[in-house]
C-alpha cells in the first residue's frame, strides 16, 4: 500500500529525473564521440527527440498535478470566491474533455501504428508506436490527476463551508 502511495505521489518525478538523465548522458557521449573521437552516433539524436517528447507529456500530468496547468488566472480576480471553486471545477472538465479526446484519437493512431500500418525508427530501430503512445500515456495521467484535483477542490470547500 505504501508503494502504491509513492507511486502516485511520484510518479511523474521519477520518470522525469530518468528520462532528463539519459538524456543528459545520451547528449554528453554525442558530445564526446562527436569532437574528441570524431564519429558521430547516429541515433542519439532521434532518441533524444523521442525522450523529449515522452518528457513534455509525462511534464503535463505533472503541472497538472501542481495545479501549474495553464489557465486564465484573471478570470479569478472578477469573481467571487464561490463562483472561484465553480470555475475550478468548470475548468478541470474542460480539461478531462480535452484530454480525453486527445487520448482517444491518439490511441487510435497508435493502434494503426501497431496492427495496420507498422512503422520503425530508421536510426533506432524503435517502433514509432513506442514514441506516439507518450500522446494519450500522458492526457489519460493528466485524466487522472484532474479527477483527483476536482475531488480535492470539493473536500477543500466542503472544509471551508463546514458542509
Not at 31 to 53: A, K, P
Not at 108 to 135: C, D, H, N, R
Not at 145 to 155: G, M, N
Request: with cysteine.
Amino acid at each position: 500500500m505504501r508503494l502504491l502511495r509513492q507511486l502516485d505521489e511520484h510518479i511523474e518525478e521519477w520518470l522525469l529525473i530518468v528520462t532528463y538523465t539519459a538524456m543528459l548522458l545520451i547528449a554528453t557521449a554525442q558530445i564526446f564521440f562527436r569532437y574528441v573521437v570524431n564519429y558521430s552516433i547516429s541515433w542519439s539524436q532521434d532518441l533524444l527527440t523521442y525522450m523529449l517528447i515522452w518528457s513534455v507529456f509525462i511534464g503535463i500530468s505533472l503541472a497538472v498535478k501542481k495545479r501549474r496547468h495553464i489557465k486564465v488566472e484573471l478570470a479569478y480576480v472578477f469573481v467571487s470566491q464561490k463562483n472561484q471553486f465553480y470555475l475550478k471545477v468548470l475548468s478541470n472538465v474542460v480539461f478531462i474533455i480535452f484530454c480525453g479526446i486527445f487520448s482517444y484519437f491518439s490511441l487510435k493512431k497508435v493502434y494503426s501504428l501497431m496492427f495496420v500500418l507498422p512503422q520503425m525508427s530508421e536510426s533506432t530501430g524503435l517502433s514509432m508506436w513506442m514514441i506516439q503512445i507518450a500522446i494519450p500515456v500522458g492526457f489519460m495521467l493528466s485524466i487522472y490527476r484532474l479527477i483527483v484535483d476536482t475531488k480535492l477542490l470539493f473536500s477543500e470547500r466542503k472544509q471551508e463551508t463546514g458542509r
